[in-house]
């Protein structure tokens, strides 16, 4: 592996780790960095792979109240039902994707432009929906109703389409269910542990003969990049959305999205 393979790997782990809980889509600005630095993987395993370094900082961040999650959860129905409640909004998206798998890799992961009009399609529904007036009933995460985190999880399934943005899906989905901006993004955060953690372990079984040493290694540097740049979104992200709320995100997406769909139109 070669010093630009290197470069490659951290610049797009670096890129994972901070995109992948803002509603941005990591998954369109990876493919889209890698199709202008004219990167491949093997499978395109890279991008779903390095997934894991995000899910690691999401557990080192919180790993004080999962442990006490986890160790509440024989004797209270409250741990029971939330957990609960994550594993129901999980489920959409665990049978979706295991059906739809070889179509979002071999067909939506290749089409850049979608990934364009997808950053701005989206990046126009979170400035519509940043600026409601909506009047949130749920201020925490752990009392979100079943059935409404179901609906999240049925709305995540978008995200299957790069450039919407898993992060991005389940906020809106949230807040229009009436949820504050705080509590859908960590609603977002907790969702995000088995869906990534499923999505990595599903592609590296269908994918783990196709590997060598060289995409493993490369994999490895984006891993760690994403994960030190995950723990520094997941860090700040909540506070930041409290005051500010996502409209930032929402031009930026607008941004990145014109900017590749007008680069695509001139050099392909």
Known sequence: MDAWAIFEAAILGLLEGLTEFLPVS??????????FLGFES??????????LGAILAILSVYFGRL?????????????????????LAFLPAAVIGAFAHSY?????????MLVCIM??????????????????????VTQYPLKMCFAI??????????????????????????????SAAEFSFFL????????????????HA??????????GIGFAAAFISGVIVVRYLLDYVSRHGFAVFAWWRLIVGSAGLAALLVWG
């Open 67 to 87: 442990w006490k999650l986890i160790t509440d959860l024989p004797r209270d129905a409250g741990a029971r039902r939330f957990v609960g409640g994550i594993l």
């Open 42 to 51: 093997t499978g395109r395993t890279f991008e779903v792979l390095i997934q």
């Open 210 to 219: 196709l590997l060598s040493t060289n995409d493993m290694a490369q994999i």
């Open 104 to 112: 979002i890799k071999q067909v939506l992961f290749e089409t850049p």
């Open 26 to 35: 990591s998954t369109g600005h990876l493919l889209l960095a890698g199709h």
């Open 153 to 182: 999880g049925a709305v995540q399934c978008l995200a299957m389409i790069p450039g919407v943005s898993r992060s991005g899906s389940t906020i809106v989905g949230a807040l229009l269910m009436g949820s504050d901006k705080r």
């Open 119 to 140: 950053l701005i399609a989206g990046g126009f529904i979170l400035l519509w929906v940043d600026r409601l007036p909506l009047r949130p009933r749920y201020n925490d």
């Open 192 to 207: 995000a542990m088995p869906t990534m953690a499923g999505a990595f372990a599903y592609d590296l079984y269908k994918n």
